[in-house]
């Protein structure tokens, strides 16, 4: 099974801030990567698809990278709105696994 | 509106089983691979269960093979999972979530879950 590994698992950050969450993969999964936010009590939602590909409505503040075994999640000014949780998951292999998990709390 | 629906879960004893379902309207039901995954209190996303547009690919999680059963309604809009055997550790809320994936010539595309249902909590406890 392919093992994807988030960092940070929990972050602390101001409205207006850059923050960036890395998606590791245990072997290369080329761009089949996607992020998804999720809120307490929601169900997830896609933001990045393939890797880089920012899904429908999603705002372009958020933006995303990376190939192979690396991939970064970024957002370029947080706002209220986007503190929440992001999985990464890929979608190369099946068990279509997930990263744990980063927590992103207002500071 | 674009819409999945689960439904059928609740309290069940360790041992017994439940059929979940899954809803969809809104889109063409019948042109996406459809997945469950789930969700155990304060834990992560795992995905459970995929199956292909023909219902001819089915795949599962190792944690629920032999236990759990996939299947589709093309006709009736509708996914299913069946749980048999159900143990404390499969108490979660189970999501049904759609994916656009295929091929381009050779190349295989998996553009994510872009439609998720509102979940449907299943309990497993004596």
Partial sequence: DIQMTQSPSSLSASVGDRVTITCRASQSIGTYLNWYQQKPGKAPKLLIYAASSLQSGVPSGFSASGSGTHFTLTISSLQPEDFATYFCQQGYSTPYTFGQGTRLEIK | ?126
């Avoid at chain 2, 997945?35 to 599962?60: C, D, H, K, M």
């Fill in chain 2, 1 to 126: 509106e674009v819409q999945l629906v689960e439904s059928g879960g609740g309290l069940v004893k360790p041992g017994g089983s439940l059929r979940l379902s899954c809803a969809a309207s809104g889109f063409t039901f019948s042109s996406y691979t459809m997945n469950w995954v789930r969700q155990a209190p304060g834990r992560g996303l795992e995905w459970v269960s995929s199956i292909i547009i023909s219902s001819t690919s089915i795949y599962y999680a190792d944690s629920v093979k032999g236990r759990f059963t996939i299947s589709r309604d093309n006709a009736k809009n509708s996914l299913y999972l069946q749980m048999n055997s159900l143990r404390a550790e499969d108490t979660a809320v189970y999501y049904c979530a759609r994916v656009e994936e295929g091929y381009n010539w050779n190349d295989r595309y998996y553009y994510g879950m872009d439609v998720w249902g509102q979940g449907t909590t299943v309990t497993v406890s004596s």
